[in-house]
């Protein structure tokens, strides 16, 4: 993959106010998009950039940053594979 999903929490709803859970059951790669005490965390080093987390993002700005890898430095810069499943 080519890209690394992050949280944004300045915009993410559990983060700031009411609950929220839009993007809970989406993501394809297990255990790299988790639930703690009620709010989101992405795992880079399980996550592969494909955004479907973004895309179900009801927030307005999203609460879910994509960006490229090729911009990351060290051990975030190494190659990574979606490995998708039917959702």
Same mark, same amino acid.
């Given at each position: 993959a080519e890209a690394l999903a992050g949280i944004n @929490? !300045? @915009? $993410? &709803?559990p983060y700031i106010g009411?609950?929220?859970g839009a993007c809970a059951s989406c993501c394809p790669v297990s255990e !790299? &998009? @988790?639930?703690?005490r009620g709010k989101p965390r992405i795992d880079p080093g399980r996550c592969c950039g494909c955004a479907i987390c973004r895309e179900q993002c009801i927030a307005d700005p999203k609460a879910i940053d994509v960006r $490229?890898?090729?911009q990351q430095t060290g051990s975030? !810069?190494?190659d990574r594979s979606c490995n998708l499943h039917e959702v």
């Amino acid at each position: 993959a080519e890209a690394l999903a992050g949280i944004n @929490t !300045a @915009t $993410s &709803l559990p983060y700031i106010g009411p609950e929220c859970g839009a993007c809970a059951s989406c993501c394809p790669v297990s255990e !790299a &998009l @988790t639930w703690d005490r009620g709010k989101p965390r992405i795992d880079p080093g399980r996550c592969c950039g494909c955004a479907i987390c973004r895309e179900q993002c009801i927030a307005d700005p999203k609460a879910i940053d994509v960006r $490229s890898i090729h911009q990351q430095t060290g051990s975030m !810069a190494r190659d990574r594979s979606c490995n998708l499943h039917e959702v």
